[in-house]
């Protein structure tokens, strides 16, 4: 049920946990990180544009004052075409450019990297405040998970079975703004390491080293750590059998 709920909530399914424990991303993930990256290279190009066209603006505006104020007030429209007319649209202009730049960079330099946290998770409330047309200030709470130094929202159906203290490996895309790609509970904080959890996960590494043997591309670290993941596994099976 548990399970379920993560999966639900953070969009992912057996397959993708599967492949992202052997530190792969699904098609699926793929697809949904590229579009992820295109709506923000839109957002990006739309800030870009409206930065230069206003930059445009300003100095055609600028010029057509300057244009008639120079006569009479020669000073004013020194001041005005340096300041206004040639400084403050040169510099929305070069802003606009890189923005611009930023947005295509993205488009072009798509790279899919996994990261694995586990840890306790830390539960905790963050405060938000706004105000409205009137001026007035309003409030209003956020419920957030942290595991590491990876935090993501909760909601009151996951706040009612993720626990404080409950042990999870959290895999997520890596970049500035890292996304949950799926997640799973090691141990409970109330139960202590489960036996039986401890040897489906022993099971599990047994699982993911038996596909990278197939595919031919089990670096000895990753062996390595396997199976000294596999050793600790077991170890809290044995000590918490009764």
């Keep these: 049920m548990q399970d379920q709920k993560l999966m639900d909530y953070f969009k992912f399914d057996e397959s993708d946990l599967q492949a992202n424990r052997m530190g792969q991303f699904t098609e699926k993930q793929k ?32 010029a057509a004052i300057v244009s008639t104020a120079w006569k009479t007030d020669l000073v004013f429209s020194i001041f005005m075409g340096i300041g206004m007319g040639i400084i403050f649209p040169l510099s929305f202009f070069i802003w606009g450019l890189r923005v611009l730049r930023s947005a295509f960079s993205k488009s072009s330099n798509i790279q899919f990297q996994l990261a694995r946290t586990e840890g306790p998770l830390y539960v905790f409330q963050q405060e938000h405040h706004t ?26 159906s996951l706040r009612e079975i993720m626990k404080q203290g409950d042990i999870y490996a959290v895999y997520s895309s890596k970049g500035t703004e890292s996304e949950v790609m799926s997640i799973e509970l090691i141990s409970s904080a109330e139960d202590g390491a489960s036996p039986v959890l401890s040897k489906d996960k022993s099971a599990r590494i047994d699982m993911a080293m038996d596909i990278l043997k197939a595919k031919g591309n089990l670096n000895p670290k990753i062996l390595e750590q396997l199976e000294k993941a596999k050793e600790e596994l077991q170890r809290q099976a044995k000590k918490n059998e009764p």
Aim: charged content about 20%; hydrophobic content about 40%; some cysteine.
């Design 31 to 62: 697809k949904r990180l590229a579009k992820e990256v295109k709506w923000d290279q839109a957002g990006s190009m739309f800030g870009g544009g409206c930065l230069i066209l206003v930059s445009l603006c300003v100095f055609v505006v600028v």
């Design 131 to 156: 105000s409205d047309t009137h001026g007035n200030r309003m409030g209003y709470s956020v419920y957030k998970g942290q595991v590491g130094s990876l935090a993501f929202e909760l909601d009151s």
